[in-house]
């Protein structure tokens, strides 16, 4: 009988920050990935006596490491009674998504991550600091950039994997990165970047790195670590009006985001280092100290997607795209009447 081998991945319960789970299913060739179980109680998702929960496949993509036939399976979380676990913000994402659906949703994640090696960052001396930032966001040579092909290898795979992945940049800080997802729906959107950090993790993995997506990893003059949200309606596609009637309106739901954008935003979001103070809002064209940036060449054409700096890169994006798009479409429908 042939099989094919199915990577399901899931994420945990740890806290502040949620982490990628995934364990291995052989299936038998031409069958779906079924729904599957897991030992919650090892994953902080559930207690030692009640502590099976369910996997339920819900976006599944070609495994680019392992080939051939192989899946990588998105799952959410949920309870053996057929509820969505505490844990998954899918589920109202994907609500909120059906329920605004005629705004026809458009994201694009710029995915901010640094790379270390052991207790620093990739390529940093063992003692002190490299030069100070200026020369690295975009640079090339290997006094510049450090882990280059382990970003090239997660490029690759990614577009294997089908995913809509955009562009990729070497940022601010040596040893910090980036990589975009988009522009899809919302949940698309979602599940690609978390099957696009799984990819991250794993790979870096086979060159003894890992990838962190902590918001301030090294304190400092050093550059934070964003996930930039940017996002469109089919109104904003048309109109530059439309683009700043939706900047504006975020305005009224600033400190529930801020509170949802990630785990230890305040460390990122000083006002230094290209961001606006957690504390301020602020709209401006492209004005990288905004809280919401309409990027020049959206006040150009008249149209276009407008940008919230707002996201860590540590941020869940279920819970991002379903706090923009419940707040954006809703005061859109609310103007309109
Ligand atoms: P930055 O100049 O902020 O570094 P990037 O080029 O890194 O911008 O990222 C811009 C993101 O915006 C990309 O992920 C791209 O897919 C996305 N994007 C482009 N057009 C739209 C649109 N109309 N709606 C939503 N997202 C869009
Ligand atoms: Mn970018
Ligand atoms: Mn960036
Ligand atoms: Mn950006």
Not at 85 to 93: V, Y
Not at 230 to 257: G, Q, W, Y
Request: net charge negative; aromatic share 10%.
């Amino acid at each position: 009988m042939s099989v094919y081998k199915a990577q399901y991945i899931w994420i945990d319960g740890k806290k502040p920050t949620s982490h990628l789970r995934g364990k291995t299913k052989i299936i038998p060739t031409g069958e779906a990935p079924p729904e599957w179980g897991f030992d919650g109680s090892s994953t902080n998702q559930a207690v030692g006596h009640a502590s099976d929960l369910v996997l339920k496949p819900v976006y599944t993509c070609p495994d680019p490491i392992r080939g051939g036939h192989d899946k990588l399976v998105m799952c959410e979380v949920m309870n053996t009674d057929g509820t969505p676990h505490e844990t998954n913000k899918r589920a109202l994402c994907v609500q909120t998504a059906e329920k605004y659906a005629a705004h026809e949703m458009w994201y694009g994640i710029e995915q901010e991550y640094t790379f270390f090696e052991g207790i620093k960052p990739l390529g940093w001396p063992d003692n002190g600091f490299p030069a100070p930032q200026g020369g690295y966001y975009c640079g090339v040579g290997a006094d510049e950039v450090y882990g280059r092909d382990i970003v090239e290898a997660h490029l690759e795979a990614c577009l294997d994997a089908g995913l809509a992945i955009s562009g990729i940049n070497a940022e601010v800080m040596p040893a910090q990165w980036e990589f975009q997802v988009g522009p899809v729906g919302p949940v698309e959107c979602s599940d690609q970047l978390w099957i696009a950090r799984w990819l991250l993790y794993r790979i870096a993995e086979d060159f003894g790195v890992s990838a962190t997506l902590h918001p301030k990893p090294v304190k400092g003059d050093w550059n934070g670590a964003g996930a930039h949200t940017n996002f469109s309606t089919a109104t904003m596609r048309e109109s530059i009006d439309a683009c700043m009637a939706a900047a504006n309106s975020l305005e009224a739901r600033h400190d529930l985001h801020i509170a949802n954008y990630g785990a230890d935003i305040d460390e990122r979001l000083t006002g230094e280092h290209e961001t606006c103070s957690y504390r301020d809002f602020k709209v401006g064209v492209s004005d990288r100290g905004a809280s919401i940036r309409v990027p020049w060449q959206v006040a150009r054409d008249g149209k276009g997607y407008i940008e919230d700096r707002r996201p860590n890169a540590n941020m869940d994006p279920y819970v991002v795209t379903q706090l923009i798009t419940d707040g954006v479409c809703a005061a859109a429908e609310a103007a309109a009447k």
